[in-house]
C-alpha cells in the first residue's frame, strides 16, 4: 500500500491514509495520455484532436513539424485559427460547417490550401470524426489530414494531357477534310479558270464580256490561293527543302515586309550571330513570315513595334509547346514580337485551327496562323506561342539545325 503522512509537529499524532487507489487512477490516466500520444504519432497523417467546439487540444509530431510550431503555441486555440486552415471567409464557414457536424455525430471532410513551414503550398483533405464516449456521446473530434498536392497535380496533368489529345484529334479530323476540300475545290476552280481563259481569248477586245472574264479569273486565283494555304495546313502539299540562312531569307524579305505593315507601325530587325542552318521550303518560308508579319500588324491598333529576331537553342529534353511535343536537338528559330493587343487564354487554344479568327466579318480568313503551323510542321519544326492581354505576342518557329553536306531534297509529304 501506499501511505500518505500526517505529521503534526505540536503533539505525537500522526495520521496514515491510504492512496493506493488514487495513485493507481493518476497512473491509468498518465498511461492513457501516452498510449493517446503514441497512437497519434504512429501515424504519418497530420492529426489533430479537438474538443466539441472545435478548439485543439493535443496534436501530433508530424502536424505540428508540417507548420513548423510546438503544442504549446497552438493548444487552445480554435481550430480555424491555427496554421492547419485557410484563413479565407469561405473557408472558415465550411469548417464551421464541419465542425459543427462532428460535433452532432456526422463524419465530414473539407479541402484546404495552406503552406508548409517552409513556405511551400500543399493541399490537405482533411475528416473530422466524432469521437464518442461511454455513453455514447461526442467528447472529442478528431481531425486528420492528408497531404493531396501530388495526386492534385497528377489528376490536373491528366486532364491536361486529355485536353491536348482531343485537340490533337481535332486538328487532325479538320485537317483531313481542309485537305479532301481543297483538292476537290482546285479542281473545280481548274475548270472555272479553263473556261474563263477560253471565254477571254474568244471575247472581242471591247466586248463587255472581257471585263467579266477577267474578274473571274482573279477571282479563281484568289480561291486558289486559299485551297494552296489549306494544303499547307494539312501537309498535303508537295515542299522542296533546300539548305537555308534564315538571317539571310529574312533580310531579303524585309522590303516587301515593311510596304505589309502600316506606316505607325515601326519594323525591327535583330538578327543573331551564328546562326545554324536549316532545311526549309523557301516558298512556303517566305508565306510563313508573310503571314506572322500580317497576323502581328493586324493585333496593333494604333502605333506600335514588329520586332523579328533570329537564334538557336538546344533542347536537351522533349518539351511541350504551343503546337506540340518538341523532339531534343539543335534548332534555330524566328521570332515575331508585337506590342499588340495580346491574346486571351480561351482564345490561345484556338489560334492554330484554320478558320479560327476574331476579326470582324471580310477582314480575314482565319487560315494565317494554322499556316504557319503547317509550314512548321511540314518542315519538322513546330511553334511556340508567348503572350498575354494587353501585353503583345512573341510567335516562336523553331528549325532543326540542316545536317553537314545536307543537299536540296524534294519531298511530297
Known amino acids: 500500500p501506499i501511505l500518505d503522512v500526517e505529521h503534526r509537529f505540536m503533539g505525537t499524532l500522526a495520521m496514515f491514509t491510504d492512496i493506493t487507489e488514487r495513485r493507481a487512477i493518476e497512473e491509468r490516466a498518465l498511461n492513457g495520455e501516452r498510449k493517446t500520444r503514441a497512437l497519434l504519432n504512429m501515424t504519418f497523417g497530420l492529426v489533430e484532436l479537438l474538443s466539441v467546439s472545435g478548439v485543439v487540444l493535443d496534436a501530433n509530431r508530424t502536424s505540428l513539424d508540417f507548420i513548423g510550431r510546438s503544442l504549446d503555441n497552438v493548444k487552445g486555440i480554435a481550430f480555424e485559427d491555427t496554421p492547419w486552415c485557410d484563413h479565407s471567409a469561405e473557408m472558415q464557414e465550411r469548417i464551421h460547417k464541419a465542425i459543427a457536424d462532428a460535433a452532432e455525430g456526422k463524419e ?18 482533411f475528416l473530422l470524426r466524432p469521437f464518442r464516449g461511454e ?45 479532301g476540300v481543297a483538292h476537290d475545290f482546285n479542281n ?63 533580310a531579303n524579305l ?64 522533349p518539351l511541350q509547346f504551343a503546337s506540340g511535343l518538341a523532339s531534343a536537338g539543335e534548332y534555330a528559330y524566328l521570332s515575331v ?39 512548321a510542321q511540314q518542315n519538322q519544326g513546330f511553334v511556340d506561342v508567348s503572350s498575354h492581354p494587353g501585353e503583345g505576342s512573341d510567335f516562336a518557329i523553331y528549325f532543326p539545325k540542316a545536317t553537314e553536306g545536307a543537299d536540296r531534297i524534294s519531298d511530297s509529304t
Open 108 to 125: 465530414t471532410r473539407f479541402e484546404t490550401i495552406i503552406p508548409d513551414a517552409q513556405g511551400r503550398i500543399h493541399a490537405i483533405d
Open 135 to 179: 455513453t455514447g456521446e461526442v467528447v472529442y473530434i478528431i481531425a486528420e489530414g492528408w497531404d493531396i498536392t501530388d495526386l492534385k497535380e497528377a489528376e490536373e496533368e491528366k486532364t491536361r494531357l486529355h485536353a491536348q489529345l482531343l485537340q490533337a484529334q481535332k486538328m487532325e479530323s479538320i485537317g483531313r477534310l481542309a485537305g
Open 188 to 250: 473545280m476552280l481548274c475548270v472555272i479558270m479553263g473556261h474563263a481563259e477560253l471565254g477571254l481569248s474568244e471575247a472581242p477586245v471591247n466586248s463587255p464580256f472581257a471585263g467579266d472574264f477577267r474578274e473571274i479569273l482573279k477571282t479563281a486565283e484568289k480561291s486558289a490561293q486559299l485551297t494552296r494555304q489549306l494544303l499547307v495546313f494539312a501537309r498535303k502539299q508537295s515542299i522542296h527543302p533546300v539548305i537555308m540562312d534564315l538571317n539571310e531569307s529574312i
Open 254 to 317: 524585309l522590303g516587301m515586309l515593311r510596304r505589309l505593315v502600316r506606316e505607325n507601325i515601326q519594323l525591327e530587325w535583330v538578327p543573331g550571330s551564328d546562326i545554324w542552318h536549316v532545311l526549309v521550303d523557301p516558298t512556303q518560308f517566305d508565306q510563313l513570315l508573310t503571314n506572322l508579319a500580317v497576323n502581328a500588324r493586324d493585333a496593333i491598333s494604333g502605333t506600335g513595334t514588329i520586332l523579328f529576331s533570329t537564334g538557336n537553342r538546344t533542347l536537351t529534353e
Open 337 to 375: 514580337r508585337d506590342s499588340g493587343c495580346g491574346i486571351p487564354p480561351e482564345v490561345m487554344e484556338h489560334i492554330f485551327e484554320p478558320f479560327f479568327t476574331t476579326k470582324e466579318i471580310g477582314k480575314g480568313t482565319g487560315l494565317g496562323l494554322a499556316t504557319v503551323l503547317g509550314v
